[in-house]
């Protein structure tokens, strides 16, 4: 059955589920970015990364996407985040983003 509505907690819930599944291909996915256009760049809720050092350049990622779906917090971050052992540089957890959906 489809749903027709889906909150954050539950895209982490998926998210985290897919962690203990395989870490490798969930962080592999996540940290990749693929540069997108400015109409793109400039959505008012989608996640997208600029550079300074290179003007009109733009990428984003499946978390910026998924995070375009809730909408952006005042300080402009999304309801999605997820924590990353600096060690291995692998994804630990997502969670809701502190300060948000409150």
């Not at 400039?42 to 550079?51: A, F, K, L, S």
Request: a negative charge; one cysteine or more; hydrophobic letters at 35%.
């Amino acid at each position: 059955m489809l749903k027709e509505s889906v909150t954050p907690q539950e895209v982490c819930d998926l998210l985290n589920s897919l962690l203990k599944t395989d870490r490798e291909f969930i962080t592999n996915i996540m940290k990749t970015h693929i540069p997108c256009n400015k109409k793109v760049a400039e959505h008012p809720t989608v996640q997208v990364r600029g550079y300074k050092d290179y003007p009109d350049s733009y990428t984003c990622d499946i978390l910026g996407i998924l995070n375009g779906l809730f909408g952006i917090q005042e300080d402009g971050m999304g309801a999605i985040c997820y924590l990353m052992d600096d060690a291995s540089e692998k994804i630990t957890e997502f969670k809701i983003t502190p300060g948000g959906l409150k």
